[in-house]
């Protein structure tokens, strides 16, 4: 079972509409967990971290499930410009080194 | 402020060829490591130096693969001989004390 699972996509979805991505992780003493994004062809950048409590960023909301080892990225108002792969990355158990998922692609048209 | 540094950009190479990527961390980061993606998936991590020791090397090709940063800087990843399935994107990141991990623009590597 890999680390870390995301679905694919690609999730096609119009201007402003919400979108929702899923991941599950295998390693229940995982501590730090956070959603990349990554444009095509540029190197991955932190979108945000995500906390027990679940946090919001603007149009983005993370939100983790411990029992259900299970991470979610909500973005509302979606736009043109937030076309991209979504990587979802799990800590492992060497300290800051990272588990990256496969990655969920979004294409958002006009 | 700079961030992290990598050369070259592309390299091509036929297989049983030997090749070496350079990266510049950003200024004061002690952790350095270096990443393989493939086209379609994630990252992988190859390896992770805190200053210039390894952490973890777990997932490094050692037949084929090495790597070092002296002085706690600069690192070099070498393949040699490389094959086929090492095309790739390798990706060098740093970091500071939190676990934000800052990525450079990649080389990306076809065998030929």
């Known amino acids: 079972r890999k680390e870390v699972e995301q679905d694919p996509g690609p999730f096609n979805v119009p201007e402003g509409a919400t979108v929702a991505f899923n991941c599950t992780y295998s390693n229940s003493a995982s501590q730090s967990f956070f959603w990349y994004r990554q444009d095509c062809r540029k190197e991955p950048k932190l979108l945000m971290s995500v906390y027990s409590s679940g946090n919001e960023d603007g149009r983005f909301t993370a939100q983790l499930n411990r029992a259900s080892q299970y991470i979610s990225l909500l973005i509302r108002d979606s736009k043109l410009s937030d076309s991209a792969t979504y990587l979802c990355?799990?800590?492992?158990?060497?300290?800051?080194?990272?588990?990256f998922g496969k990655g969920t692609s979004l294409l958002v048209t006009p | 402020e700079a961030g992290v540094a990598q050369s070259p950009r592309y390299k091509i190479i036929e297989k049983r060829q030997s090749v070496a990527f350079w990266c510049n961390p950003i200024?004061?980061?002690?952790?350095l490591y270096w990443y393989q993606q493939i086209l379609g998936q994630g990252p992988k991590l190859l390896i992770q130096?805190?200053?210039?020791?390894?952490?973890?090397d777990s997932q490094l090709p050692k037949d084929r693969f090495s790597a070092e940063r002296l002085k706690g800087v600069d690192s070099t990843l070498k393949i040699q001989p490389a094959k086929l399935e090492d095309s790739a994107v390798y990706l060098c990141a740093s970091s500071w004390t939190s676990q934000e991990q800052y990525f450079g623009p990649g080389t990306r590597l076809t065998v030929t």
């Open positions: 990355v799990v800590n492992s158990n060497s300290g800051y080194a990272l588990n």
């Open positions: 130096f805190q200053n210039n020791g390894v952490v973890d």
């Open positions: 200024s004061g980061h002690a952790t």
